[in-house]
RNA sequence: CGCGGGGUAGAGCAACCAGGCAGCUCGCAGGGCCCAUAACCCUGAGGUUCUCGGUUCAAAUCCGAGCCCCGCAA
């Protein structure tokens, strides 16, 4: 068994521990997550995924806030980092026998940082995948131990495709640290100079500009979609478009219309979407038809 | 006490500010038209206007309390 230390914060990281946990061959002495915070309208606080699993399996959890002087409590053969969100200083990730070994869910050096899948999608990438590596002091930096590639499908969104690399980063992980630890396996050194970045999203990043493109608007839907969703103002109000796909009309850019029972808004160079899922601003979620219906007199002024 | 919107027929909305027969689009039921239709025309059913209390001759509407949903923010 692999001693071993567990980061991880995101919803997907959870899967992630399970499969380590199911496959047998690391023990995990320690889980380390973020501290639960204050979550939705009543800012009730919630623990991570990981914690609650981590808990089943009676495993220490370490919840600090910032990492800067920070000491793990115990020291494993490596340390596993996955979407734990947070910058971990060199001397944590040194504090393994063997390092730290980061599953980042793109083919490095492409996609660096904190949104590689929805960036993936917003940009109409084709493939994708996941990348093992040896953790150094910049992000998404270290050599590589291994890749693992993946199609993306044309109309899938972020969700859709987190969980088909979750279970592939957690196999290239069982796979890989092994040999890693046995010695079997050289680190290659990124391609410097073809790294790109992405940043953590806000949800202003799921703003639509109507200038852009249909396909350029339905990509940055899969990418924002669940979160954090893409939306416009209409009539000063903010509206969530909850599901869409290309239309093959013509509509003026930024002008939402219903035809024939079907709700379509013009974005940019003659190209439109169609509008099957919204939500108005206090409103509860309806389909197109709902929302026609009801404000009819507003769409034709 | 973080800010804001909302709860009206099966669905989505209007009427509320300025109290006076609760309306529109869709759906549903029945009928008509048509070669035919999810199209069009006619008719009909369907309401505790979230709950409780108050003001009033009269409350969906004004006042107070509560419950629930949602958009921000974090």
Redesign the pocket.
């Known amino acids: 068994m692999i001693s071993t230390v567990f980061f991880g914060s995101h919803h997907f990281s959870t899967p992630i521990l399970q499969q380590l946990i199911d496959s047998g061959i690391f023990d995990i002495k320690l889980v380390v997550t973020q501290p639960a915070?204050?979550?939705?309208?009543?800012?009730e606080i919630q623990m991570t995924g990981v914690k609650t699993l981590a808990l089943k399996y009676n495993i220490p959890v370490e919840q600090p806030a910032s990492l800067k002087d920070y000491t793990l409590p115990v020291s494993a053969d490596i340390n596993i980092v996955c979407k734990y969100g947070l910058i971990i200083p060199e001397k944590i990730l040194n504090f393994a026998k063997h390092g730290s070994i980061n599953s980042h869910a793109s083919l490095l050096p492409k996609y660096r940082g904190a949104s590689p899948i929805q960036s993936v999608l917003v940009h109409g990438e084709k493939e994708t995948g996941v990348t093992m590596m040896v953790m150094d002091k910049e992000m998404d930096h270290g050599p590589i131990l291994a890749q693992g590639k993946l199609a993306i499908n044309p109309d899938e969104n972020c969700f859709e495709l987190s969980e088909r690399l979750a279970p592939l980063e957690a196999e290239l992980l069982i796979k890989t640290i092994p040999d890693f630890i046995a010695g079997k396996i050289t680190p290659q050194i990124q391609n410097h100079e073809e790294a790109t970045f992405c940043k953590e999203l806000?949800?202003?990043d799921?703003k639509i500009d109507w200038n852009r493109t249909a396909t350029e608007i339905y990509n940055l839907y899969r990418g924002m979609t669940p979160w954090?969703?893409i939306?416009t103002e209409w009539n000063g109000?903010?509206l969530?478009l909850l599901k869409i796909a290309p239309a093959d009309m013509k509509i003026e850019t930024g002008k939402l219309t219903a035809k024939d029972?079907h709700l379509y808004m013009g974005a940019g160079q003659n190209t439109a979407i169609e509008i099957f899922e919204l939500?108005?601003?206090?409103?509860?979620?309806?389909?197109a038809?709902?929302?026609?219906?009801?404000?009819?007199?507003?769409l034709s002024s």
């Not at 915070?37 to 800012?43: C, E, S």
């Not at 939500?279 to 389909?287: M, R, S, Y």
């Not at 219906?293 to 507003?298: D, M, S, V």
């Open positions: 915070r204050p979550v939705g309208r009543k800012q806000t949800r202003d799921g954090p969703g939306w109000k903010r969530k029972g939500q108005l601003e206090g409103k509860t979620a309806i389909d038809k709902g929302f026609i219906n009801g404000f009819k007199t507003t």
